[in-house]
C-alpha cells in the first residue's frame, strides 16, 4: 500500500494541507467511494467517519449528484456572474432561502467557507460605512475556526496555525464561550469595548469544530445574542460545518430564538462533491448597499462565483437533504451515538464526552495529551488507519461525524475500534 503507484507519484510532486511533508506517511490512494465507504487503489475499504472533512452528507459518489451534474455539464459549465445569470443559481438561492432561519434574503455566492466569511466580514464593515457611521471593531469566539485566508485567520483564534501571520491579522476581540454562569462577565466585557463601535460579531453557533468539538451552553449564548441584537451588533452566524443538519435541526441557529444578520455556508452545501460558498444576508444588510452611489456597491467577486456546476449538485444534495428519509438517519445516528455515549462516559480514560445530532466527541486522558501537535493524535490516526477507520483526532480529541447514510453496521465498526483502542489504552 505505502509503495503504491498513485501514492509514490503523489509523494514527488503533491504538497499537501496542516501536512509536515518531511516527516508525514505516504498518504493513502483512494480511487473510489461509495455511501460511507472510500476504497483504495488495492480495493481496501476504509469507513469516512468524519465525512471528509465534514463536508460529505450523503455519501460518497451518490448517483443523483453525480446525475445532476452530468447533465449539467451537457448544458452549461460556467458563465461571469456579473451582468449575467443562470437556472442553477437561481434555483438554489430561491430554494435556500426557503429552508434558512427566518429573515435571511438574499445569497451572495462563493467559493468555500473561507470565502464565505470574508464576504460576511466585508457585507459587515461596509453595511455601517455605507450608512455613514464608523464601526470597526469585530468580536469572535475564543477557540473560533472560520478558515484560514487572512481574514478568516484574524476572526480565528490565535494558535501555532497562525503564529508566523499574527502581526498581519487585522484586531479583533475574543470572547469567552458561554457557559452556565459567566454570560454576564462576557457582557461585561463587550459594554467595556464600546458596543457603539462593535460592528459585528462572528460565530460558529452551538458548536465550534477545528477548536475541538467544543459545545457550548445554549441558554447563555441566545442571552449573548440577545445583547449584542440590542446594541446593534450585527451577527454573523458561521454555519459552514454546522448546517445541512449537523446538529439535529436543518441549521444550528434554529435552537436559538434570535435570528442573524448573515449565514455562512459551505462544506455540506454541495453534499461534499464540490467547492461552493454561500453568504446569505436581511433585507436590511442588503437594503444598506442600494444607492446610486457607485462606491456603496459590494466590490467582491471571485471567477468561479456561482459556478453551474456546483449550484446544480447543491441543488441535487438539496434534493435529498429534504427527503424525509435524510432526517430518519440523522436521528438514527444520534440513537446510536446516545447509547456508545453512556460506553464512553464509563470509562476512566475519557472526559467531557458529549453529543449534539450527529456530533459524537470526548477527549482521551493521558498523561503528555495536550495540545494539537501532540504524538497523541498522531498515534490515534495511525491506530484508526491500520483499522481502516477515518478518524482523524484535533489533538487529543476524538470525535465521530459520518455521512448520514453511514449504516448501523458501519457505525458499530467505528465504536469497536474504539472500544478496542481504549482496551490498549488501558493495558499500556
Ligand atoms: C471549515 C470551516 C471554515 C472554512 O471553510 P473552507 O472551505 O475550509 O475554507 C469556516 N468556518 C467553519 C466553521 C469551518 O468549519
Same mark, same amino acid.
Given at each position: 500500500?505505502?509503495?503504491?503507484?498513485?501514492?509514490?507519484?503523489?509523494?514527488?510532486?503533491?504538497?499537501?494541507?496542516? %501536512?509536515?511533508?518531511?516527516?508525514?506517511?505516504?498518504?493513502?490512494?483512494?480511487?473510489?467511494? /461509495?455511501?460511507?465507504?472510500?476504497?483504495? /487503489?488495492?480495493?481496501?475499504?476504509?469507513?469516512?467517519?468524519?465525512?471528509?472533512?465534514?463536508?460529505?452528507?450523503?455519501?460518497?459518489?451518490?448517483?443523483?449528484?453525480?446525475?445532476?451534474?452530468?447533465?449539467?455539464?451537457?448544458?452549461?459549465?460556467?458563465?461571469?456572474?456579473?451582468?449575467?445569470? +443562470?437556472?442553477?443559481?437561481?434555483?438554489?438561492?430561491?430554494?435556500?432561502?426557503?429552508?434558512?432561519?427566518?429573515?435571511?434574503?438574499?445569497? *451572495?455566492?462563493?467559493?468555500?467557507?473561507?470565502?464565505?466569511?470574508?464576504?460576511?466580514?466585508?457585507?459587515?464593515?461596509?453595511?455601517?460605512?455605507? &450608512?455613514?457611521?464608523?464601526?470597526?471593531?469585530?468580536?469572535?469566539? &475564543?477557540?473560533?475556526?472560520?478558515?484560514?485566508?487572512?481574514?478568516? $485567520?484574524?476572526?480565528?483564534?490565535?494558535?501555532?496555525?497562525?503564529?508566523? *501571520?499574527?502581526? *498581519?491579522?487585522?484586531?479583533?476581540?475574543?470572547?469567552?464561550?458561554?457557559?452556565?454562569?459567566?454570560?454576564?462577565?462576557?457582557?461585561?466585557?463587550?459594554?467595556?469595548?464600546?458596543?457603539?463601535?462593535?460592528?459585528?460579531?462572528?460565530?460558529?453557533?452551538?458548536?465550534?469544530?477545528?477548536?475541538? $468539538?467544543?459545545?457550548?451552553?445554549?441558554?447563555?449564548?441566545?442571552?449573548?445574542?440577545?445583547?449584542?441584537?440590542?446594541?446593534?451588533?450585527?451577527?454573523?452566524?458561521? /454555519?459552514?460545518?454546522?448546517?445541512?443538519?449537523?446538529?439535529? %435541526?436543518?441549521?444550528?441557529?434554529?435552537?436559538?430564538?434570535?435570528?442573524?444578520?448573515?449565514?455562512?455556508?459551505?462544506?455540506?452545501?454541495?453534499?461534499?462533491? $464540490?467547492?461552493?460558498?454561500?453568504? #446569505?444576508?436581511?433585507?436590511?444588510?442588503?437594503?444598506?448597499?442600494?444607492?446610486?452611489?457607485?462606491?456603496?456597491?459590494? @466590490?467582491?467577486? +471571485?471567477?468561479?462565483?456561482?459556478?453551474?456546476?456546483?449550484?446544480?449538485?447543491?441543488?441535487?444534495?438539496?434534493?435529498?437533504?429534504?427527503?424525509?428519509?435524510? &432526517?430518519?438517519?440523522?436521528?438514527?445516528?444520534?440513537? =446510536?451515538? %446516545?447509547?456508545?455515549?453512556?460506553?464512553?462516559?464509563?470509562?476512566?480514560?475519557?472526559?467531557?464526552?458529549?453529543?449534539?445530532?450527529?456530533?459524537?466527541?470526548? /477527549?482521551? #486522558?493521558?498523561?503528555?495529551?495536550?495540545?494539537? #501537535?501532540?504524538? =497523541?493524535?498522531?498515534?490515534?490516526?495511525? @491506530? *484508526?488507519?491500520?483499522?481502516?477507520?477515518? =478518524?482523524?483526532?484535533?489533538?487529543?480529541?476524538?470525535?465521530?461525524?459520518?455521512?448520514?447514510?453511514?449504516?448501523?453496521?458501519?457505525?458499530?465498526?467505528?465504536?469497536?475500534?474504539?472500544? %478496542? =483502542?481504549?482496551?490498549?489504552?488501558?493495558?499500556?
Amino acid at each position: 500500500m505505502q509503495t503504491s503507484s498513485l501514492s509514490a507519484r503523489d509523494q514527488e510532486v503533491i504538497w499537501h494541507p496542516y %501536512t509536515q511533508m518531511q516527516t508525514a506517511p505516504a498518504p493513502i490512494g483512494i480511487v473510489r467511494g /461509495e455511501g460511507a465507504l472510500l476504497f483504495d /487503489e488495492d480495493n481496501n475499504s476504509y469507513i469516512d467517519a468524519t465525512s471528509s472533512w465534514w463536508v460529505n452528507i450523503h455519501g460518497h459518489a451518490h448517483p443523483h449528484i453525480a446525475q445532476q451534474l452530468a447533465a449539467q455539464a451537457l448544458q452549461l459549465q460556467h458563465c461571469i456572474f456579473a451582468g449575467y445569470t +443562470h437556472p442553477p443559481a437561481v434555483n438554489l438561492a430561491e430554494r435556500l432561502l426557503q429552508i434558512l432561519p427566518a429573515g435571511q434574503r438574499r445569497v *451572495f455566492y462563493s467559493d468555500n467557507g473561507s470565502t464565505a466569511v470574508e464576504v460576511a466580514l466585508k457585507m459587515a464593515l461596509q453595511y455601517w460605512d455605507n &450608512k455613514g457611521l464608523r464601526k470597526q471593531k469585530i468580536l469572535a469566539f &475564543k477557540n473560533a475556526y472560520h478558515g484560514d485566508t487572512f481574514g478568516a $485567520m484574524s476572526v480565528s483564534q490565535r494558535s501555532v496555525f497562525t503564529r508566523v *501571520f499574527d502581526d *498581519f491579522l487585522f484586531e479583533v476581540h475574543f470572547l469567552d464561550v458561554p457557559t452556565p454562569d459567566n454570560v454576564t462577565d462576557i457582557m461585561a466585557h463587550i459594554e467595556a469595548l464600546q458596543t457603539e463601535q462593535i460592528a459585528a460579531f462572528i460565530f460558529e453557533p452551538l458548536l465550534q469544530g477545528a477548536g475541538g $468539538m467544543i459545545m457550548y451552553d445554549r441558554a447563555g449564548f441566545e442571552q449573548l445574542l440577545q445583547y449584542c441584537r440590542a446594541k446593534d451588533i450585527l451577527l454573523i452566524a458561521d /454555519e459552514v460545518m454546522t448546517g445541512f443538519g449537523r446538529t439535529g %435541526t436543518n441549521f444550528a441557529m434554529e435552537q436559538v430564538s434570535v435570528q442573524p444578520d448573515m449565514i455562512c455556508l459551505s462544506k455540506g452545501l454541495t453534499g461534499g462533491s $464540490m467547492a461552493l460558498g454561500i453568504t #446569505t444576508c436581511t433585507a436590511a444588510i442588503y437594503d444598506a448597499f442600494l444607492s446610486n452611489d457607485k462606491l456603496k456597491t459590494l @466590490f467582491h467577486g +471571485h471567477s468561479f462565483t456561482a459556478n453551474p456546476l456546483a449550484c446544480s449538485v447543491a441543488l441535487a444534495s438539496l434534493d435529498l437533504f429534504t427527503d424525509p428519509a435524510c &432526517k430518519t438517519n440523522r436521528t438514527r445516528i444520534n440513537g =446510536l451515538h %446516545t447509547r456508545f455515549l453512556e460506553t464512553l462516559q464509563a470509562s476512566p480514560l475519557i472526559k467531557n464526552a458529549r453529543l449534539l445530532g450527529t456530533i459524537l466527541a470526548f /477527549e482521551i #486522558t493521558t498523561p503528555n495529551a495536550d495540545g494539537y #501537535t501532540n504524538n =497523541l493524535a498522531d498515534e490515534l490516526h495511525r @491506530f *484508526f488507519k491500520a483499522r481502516r477507520i477515518m =478518524l482523524r483526532p484535533l489533538g487529543n480529541t476524538l470525535y465521530i461525524l459520518p455521512p448520514y447514510c453511514i449504516t448501523d453496521e458501519q457505525l458499530e465498526q467505528v465504536y469497536d475500534s474504539i472500544r %478496542t =483502542l481504549l482496551v490498549q489504552l488501558q493495558t499500556s
